[in-house]
Each structure stands twice: as structure tokens, then as C-alpha cells.
């Protein structure tokens, strides 16, 4: 049995895009080209993978690209045992033999950039419209609404490419990616919100104009200029715009990008619903989602100052002083409270002066941390928030970001009119 042999048989047997079937054929020219095109793969055993493992990294393979062609070769080795091609091969030599690569970079856009991005694609459009003259990135409109589309939903470059007129239900608000477009197989859609509504009324009015039937491809570049002669749009065309967008903004961007951006993004709202965020991405399990949103520092900072709060972890507690320097986070002046200034506030409450606001909280904390007793059975949460409330006046455990994350997240939401 010939590597060519085997990979014939595979994919015979599945049904694959045509783009996961090229990825197994690289995988197993790879193996060819090492081996020998006419080896017989059950002579290939794991002392040979191992090896082959090392020349290709040696040579400049990554190891994020050898474990690719690991997993698919696994995959293929895998089907030729459990189905009985390989009757010689009792264990698969590809089992275990990927490498810990290194952490990728970060995938998110800047909500700046997609603004910047945004406004020249804007731009750009109205320039075609007002002159006539064909701008750098044309129609204008057209690639606006591409990526539009893209930021909003998240969708992959091959299901916007195979999505026909009849697949946006304009009554329901809905776009249809069938299932053969997508690498889960499954069918889903997609909802159009209002910020992408008038884009896709702009694209529905001219493929209405330039005669589209039902079964045409809607995002089709060439039937929208004459600076085009396929006969339908491509991934390098899409590329193409984004490679434009990359030189403009000196920022990597492609559609892809997006997706991760907008999975990170959902999960920042309060609701993080990650099954959502999973239905939107159409994946298969939530692991695969979670692989594609980036850690939320500030959220993670803001939990662990709630624990230490709730658990008396605080020994220094800050007072407003307004001949202190200004706080680097609020803005506002403070200084910490000494230990030898604990007498000089017990004085103020024996003279029978009202205490400052704040110094309950300082003289019970003080308390606790001087205590015998374990601080969990000290610390009742319930008294310290009513000393809090009856001192300050507000709200213990305030997060000091939430509404600028907020107003950041609503304001890349909403399109530029």
C-alpha cells in the first residue's frame, strides 16, 4: 500500500471540502518526499516518524505546520487500521508525536484600527459615488459591506463567498450558510443586526438592479464593476481588499481575525454566553471556542481585588488627601494611613468629634488584622458593607472600568452612518 494509495482510499471514503482534502495531500507529499513515493506505509514505523520529525524541524518546518501534518497523517493511519487496509499495523506511528509549539499572537483586532478601517473604506466610497473615478479599493460600497459583514458576524471567507441571493431572508433578518460551505457540515444562520442591516439593503438593491438571480452568488465583485472580468469572486480577491486595508493601516487584518476578535469580544460582555458565542461561530465544541478568546486581564484584575476584599486581605487601606499625589488609576489624591496615626483617630472618636468618613472601615480592618482569631471569623461582609454604607455613602466593589469597557464595546458595534 503506496502513501497515495492510502490517501486515495480516505478520501473516498469522506466527505471533504476541497480544502481540507488539499491539506491531507500536502501532508502526505511530505511524507513522500522523504520516504520515497513507492515505500510501503506499513514499513514506516514510529523510529521513522521521530526522525522524520526532527529532519523537517531542523530544516525550518515550524512546529505548529509539523503538528498539522502529524494530526492529519494520524487521522489517515488511523482510518487504514480501524478499517483494515494496514492488517500489519496493530499501533499508528504518528500517535503522540506532536511537539509543544510555541503561544501564537495575538489574533484581536483593535477596536481603533477597525474604526480607522471603517472610516477610509467609507471614505473611499464616497469618493466613487461624488466623482466617478475609481477609487483604490473599488466599488467603495461593495467591499464596505464585505467587511461589514465580517466584523459583525464573524462568518469564514468561504461561507460569505458561497452565499447566494435566496440565502438572506430579509423578511426573518436572517443570512443561511449551508452546511457543504462550512468545515462542521452543519447548517446555521446568522441574524443581521441593525448596525449590518443597511449594508446588506445597499448589496440586496444593486444585485436587484444588475439582474441576480436566486441561486447567484451574492458576493460577487465582478458582476458590481467593470474593473473585473471572473465569473465569480475568488478568496484572493477578498485577500486582495485586505492586503490593501494591511498597507493603509500598517495593522494585520484579514477575516479570520475577526472571528477571534468578535469571540473575545462577546465573552467581555456581562452575559459571556459561550454557548451563543459558539452558535455564532458554528463550532463543534465549546474547546474550539475557547481557543479563539483572548484573556481578559482587566476583568481578571477586578476579580481578584473582589477576593481579597471580601476576604480582609487588605491591610493598607487608603483615605483621600488632597495634598498627596494624584492616584495613577483614579485620578484622585490619596495616602496611606500610617500606624501611627491609629491613636490620633481613636482621640478624635473619645473627644466625641464624628469620624472622618472611612475610619470605621480603618479601625475594623486594624482590629482584624491584629486579632488572634482566623480573619474568616472576624470578617462578616454583611457589617463591613453597612460601615461602608454609613460612612461613605456608596457602593462597595465598584468596578472602575466597566463603563469605559462598555462604551468601547458599543462604540465599535455601531456603524458610521
Not at 444562520?189 to 444585485?207: K, N, S, T, V, W
Request: proline share 5%.
Amino acid at each position: 500500500m503506496t502513501p497515495e494509495n492510502l490517501l486515495r482510499e480516505y478520501l473516498l471514503d469522506h466527505d471533504l471540502r476541497p480544502a481540507s482534502a488539499k491539506i491531507y495531500g500536502a501532508a502526505m507529499k511530505k511524507l513522500e518526499k522523504n520516504f520515497g513515493k513507492a515505500v510501503d506505509v506499513e514499513s514506516i514505523d514510529r523510529r521513522g516518524v521521530l526522525a522524520l520529525r526532527t529532519k523537517l524541524i531542523a530544516e525550518g518546518l515550524s512546529k505548529r505546520s509539523w503538528n498539522t501534518y502529524s494530526n492529519h497523517l494520524r487521522t489517515i493511519w488511523g482510518y487504514g487500521i480501524e478499517y483494515g487496509i494496514l492488517p500489519n499495523t496493530d499501533v499508528n506511528p504518528f500517535k503522540k508525536t506532536a511537539v509543544i509549539a510555541p503561544k501564537r499572537p495575538s489574533k484581536i483586532v483593535a477596536g481603533e484600527a477597525i474604526v480607522r478601517a471603517r472610516r477610509w473604506l467609507t471614505s473611499l466610497a464616497d469618493q466613487e459615488e461624488s466623482t466617478g473615478e475609481r477609487a483604490k479599493i473599488t466599488p467603495g460600497w461593495f467591499w464596505l459591506v464585505t467587511f461589514e459583514l465580517f466584523y459583525y458576524t464573524g462568518i469564514r471567507l468561504n461561507a460569505l463567498l458561497c452565499i447566494r441571493l435566496k440565502d438572506v431572508d430579509w423578511h426573518r433578518q436572517l443570512i443561511l450558510v449551508r452546511g457543504e460551505t462550512e468545515k462542521t457540515h452543519r447548517e446555521f444562520r446568522i441574524p443581521i443586526m441593525d448596525g449590518l442591516a443597511p449594508h446588506m439593503r445597499r448589496l440586496l438593491d444593486e444585485a436587484g438592479r444588475a439582474g441576480f438571480a436566486a441561486e447567484d452568488q451574492l458576493f460577487n465583485v465582478n458582476r458590481f464593476s467593470r474593473y473585473y472580468k471572473r465569473h465569480e469572486m475568488n478568496s484572493d480577491q477578498v485577500e486582495a481588499m485586505y492586503k490593501k486595508l494591511i498597507v493603509k493601516l500598517g495593522v494585520r487584518m484579514t477575516p479570520h481575525r475577526f472571528r477571534h476578535t468578535l469571540a473575545t469580544d462577546l465573552m467581555k460582555q456581562p452575559e459571556r454566553n459561550i454557548h451563543l458565542t459558539k452558535n455564532l461561530l458554528n463550532h463543534s465544541n465549546i474547546a474550539t471556542t475557547m481557543s479563539y478568546i483572548e484573556a481578559d486581564y482587566d476583568h481578571m484584575r477586578d476579580v481578584l481585588h473582589e477576593r481579597s476584599m471580601q476576604q480582609g486581605a487588605l491591610r493598607l487601606v487608603r483615605r483621600v488627601d488632597d495634598s498627596a499625589a494624584p492616584n495613577s488609576r483614579t485620578g484622585e489624591s490619596e495616602q496611606r494611613i500610617e500606624p501611627g496615626q491609629r491613636r490620633a483617630i481613636e482621640q478624635d472618636h473619645e473627644g466625641g468629634s464624628s469620624p472622618a468618613p472611612g475610619h470605621l472601615l480603618i479601625e475594623f480592618k486594624q482590629i482584624c488584622a491584629s486579632a488572634l482569631l482566623p480573619p474568616e471569623d472576624l470578617f462578616q461582609p454583611s457589617l463591613l458593607f453597612s460601615l461602608m454604607a454609613s460612612t461613605t455613602g456608596s457602593t462597595p466593589f465598584a468596578r472602575s472600568h466597566s463603563a469605559d469597557a462598555g462604551t468601547v464595546y458599543n462604540a465599535r458595534a455601531s456603524p458610521k452612518p
